[in-house]
């Protein structure tokens, strides 16, 4: 059996969902860890892969989360490593401030459901350009961020450019929920 992937959860109402089913069905077990829960962050050498779900917090709400700056070390230290990563909107926002993007409040929120545009780049990613023009998400953030240096830019929102990343071939960040 291989290795654990590394799951890092927020909050008890933003689980694994469809992730897990996928994770069950490749036979990749998971390791999910509940920080909001006073679960430790994983430590690099424990995980083959890496995923960081959304959460109510601020991705620099240190001072009330310390594990974020944990999470941010972790993320960085993945990509690094070239391990597999998903961010998913706080995960994204995390994965693009331990790359050396800002990660900023918005100009209003965006919440509900709509739908992400791939961009050129996007369109042609074996991630996203399979599902084609127009992606249903939904979107649950007020927070943004800047793409990290050497970041491709994968998707937009009428409402906020950067929607999603690609860092090299394996890590990805969505600030949306598919």
Not at 5 to 23: D, K, M, Y
Not at 124 to 136: C, F, Q, T, Y
Request: hydrophobic fraction near 40%.
């Amino acid at each position: 059996m291989p290795q654990s992937w590394g799951l890092i959860q927020h909050a008890p109402h933003e689980g694994p969902g469809t992730i897990a089913t996928e994770a069950v069905a490749r036979e990749i077990p998971l390791d999910v860890r509940r920080v909001y829960a006073g679960d430790a962050v994983h430590a690099l050498r424990e995980i083959q892969g890496l995923i960081v779900l959304g959460g109510p917090m601020g991705a620099n709400d240190d001072e009330h989360h310390p594990h974020l700056a944990e999470e941010r070390e972790l993320l960085g230290g993945a990509v690094r490593a070239g391990y597999p990563v998903l961010g998913i909107c706080l995960g994204s926002q995390l994965l693009a401030a331990a790359l050396g993007g800002r990660v900023y409040k918005g100009p209003v929120d965006e919440n509900g459901f709509g739908e992400v545009t791939p961009t050129r780049e996007g369109g042609r990613d074996p991630v996203l350009g399979p599902a084609g023009p127009a992606i249903p998400v939904c979107h649950w953030h007020g927070d943004t961020f800047d793409l990290p240096p050497g970041a491709v830019h994968l998707a937009t929102s009428a409402r906020y450019p950067n929607q999603a990343f690609r860092v090299g071939d394996r890590a990805y960040g969505f600030q949306f929920h598919v």
